[in-house]
T-cell receptor, first 112, second 112 residues
């Protein structure tokens, strides 16, 4: 069976510090991978998605970047965090576009 | 443009009441896929159902049922005999390209 791991679960970072959130998928190959952000009490905002190694599509211009160094690894990064980067970050995978996306447990990021 | 509207921001019911969550979508595609997800207080998104545009049969899974009507572009979700554990945010989504377009979500509060 397939599993998705996302860490850390919670993170508190000062403004201006770097960020690296990691997501890995097990039990499948060549998945579509996604990063979402959810502000408190709001809906899901798609940040990045990837259909293959090294292929990254950005949905919203922002302070963040994503990379896919390996088939089942998806990393969300920032060089300098802003207060507005606070939120709940979710990683997801799917086999194909029309298939369900399966989500990790999320990372709660607080910027101080 | 693809769009999903969940007009109900928040619904409160008393346990054992039936509740329907509305979802209206917009798409120009003739083949499309719709989804429902549940986000409990713990934060992870749980996949509930996937429906393609060619299958208009209603679906029932235990206390959950879904009513898909292409004529009104709606994909509504009904919980029968609601329970406190049903309290969550529910998202409707539409597959588009390599992505899912999510509605803003409906907060369901079930009181004992």
């Amino acid at each position: 069976s397939q599993t998705i791991h996302q860490w850390p679960a919670t993170l508190v970072q000062p403004v201006g510090s770097p960020l690296s959130l990691e997501c890995t998928v097990e039990g499948t190959s060549n998945p579509n991978l996604y990063w979402y952000r959810q502000a408190a009490g709001r809906g899901l905002q798609l940040l990045f998605y990837s259909v293959g190694i090294g292929q990254i599509s950005s949905e919203v211009p922002q302070n963040l970047s994503a990379s896919r160094p390996q088939d089942r690894q998806f990393i969300l990064s920032s060089k300098k965090l802003l207060l507005s980067d606070s939120g709940f970050y979710l990683c997801a995978w799917s086999r194909q576009t029309d298939q369900p996306q399966h989500f990790g447990d999320g990372t709660r990021l607080s910027i101080l | 443009a693809q769009k999903v509207t969940q007009a109900q921001t928040e619904i409160s019911v008393v346990e054992k009441e039936d509740v329907t969550l509305d979802c209206v979508y917009e798409t120009r595609d003739t083949t499309y896929y719709l989804f429902w997800y549940k986000q409990p207080p713990s934060g992870e998104l749980v996949f509930l159902i996937r429906r393609n545009s060619f299958d208009e049969q209603n679906e029932i899974s235990g206390r959950y049922s879904w009513n898909f009507q292409k004529s009104t572009s709606s994909f509504n979700f009904t919980i029968t005999a609601s329970q406190v554990v049903d309290s969550a945010v529910y998202f409707c989504a539409l597959a588009y390209g390599n992505k899912l377009v999510f509605g803003a979500g409906t907060i369901l509060r079930v009181k004992s």
